[in-house]
T-cell receptor, first 114, second 118 residues
Framework: EPEVTQTPSHQVTQMGQEVILRCVPISNHLYFYWYRQILGQKVEFLVS????????KSEIFDDQFSVERPDGSNFTLKIRSTKLEDSAMYFC????????????FGDGTRLSIL | AQTVTQSQPEMSVQEAETVTLSCTYDTSESDYYLFWYKQPPSRQMILVIRQEAYKQQNATENRFSVNFQKAAKSFSLKISDSQLGDAAMYFC???????????????FGKGTRLHILP
């Protein structure tokens, strides 16, 4: 069964540094998402992306965050200047059709900010 | 705004027994989808079961079934014949059906940690 692939599985970064989290959605999917989960807390929506533009973003997704689909297969989340509170598990998800199709999640990237 | 509430932070069940995890939600929409996701210690997010709000019949996937009470806005998950591999965090989740303004994000509850006792 096709999978959403995220790399790296664990990223350790110094505070203030830029980090890029990478995702390869399922190949025929058109809708892409990022969520994050701070340790011990619930999963929170960050941003959705369709047709090469952001569809919706949460209040968490401030100017430090950006997303990009640089080619036909990758979907990236960039954090420009990381803060300690950015430490979390970041999940990428994709779906092929909006609405009744479930979003398929990747295994997540654990981001640790030192 | 839509909300999802899971009032049981932790639950335990004896292996082979049945357990029910509770979830309530709030929405003003008439068309939406509800999900249960499982997150084992590896922290993957695994879709367990989903329910379309327009369907009256409760969804079932092998040992997993739901009790969907639309009027009460309740969506509980029943796990029959519990197995050690069922131990995980379980998240109840909501998603709009009608994609107004492209609002198709998933809203998660805080989760219920399920322990399986051998």
């Amino acid at each position: 069964e096709p999978e959403v692939t995220q790399t790296p599985s664990h990223q350790v970064t110094q505070m203030g540094q830029e980090v890029i989290l990478r995702c390869v959605p399922i190949s025929n999917h058109l809708y892409f998402y990022w969520y994050r989960q701070i340790l011990g807390q619930k999963v929170e929506f960050l941003v959705s992306f369709y047709n090469n533009e952001i569809s919706e973003k949460s209040e968490i997704f401030d100017d430090q965050f950006s997303v990009e689909r640089p080619d036909g297969s990758n979907f990236t989340l960039k954090i420009r200047s990381t803060k300690l509170e950015d430490s979390a598990m970041y999940f990428c998800a994709s779906s092929d059709v909006a609405g009744n199709q479930p979003q398929h999640f990747g295994d997540g990237t654990r981001l640790s900010i030192l | 705004a839509q909300t999802v509430t899971q009032s049981q932070p932790e639950m335990s069940v004896q292996e082979a027994e049945t357990v029910t995890l509770s979830c309530t939600y709030d929405t003003s929409e008439s068309d939406y989808y509800l999900f249960w996701y499982k997150q084992p210690p590896s922290r993957q997010m695994i879709l367990v079961i989903r329910q379309e709000a327009y369907k009256q019949q409760n969804a079932t996937e092998n040992r997993f079934s739901v009790n969907f009470q639309k009027a009460a806005k309740s969506f509980s998950l029943k796990i029959s014949d519990s197995q050690l591999g069922d131990a995980a965090m379980y998240f109840c989740a909501y998603r709009n059906g009608l994609i107004m303004n492209r609002d198709d994000k998933i809203i998660f509850g805080k989760g219920t940690r399920l322990h399986i006792l051998p």
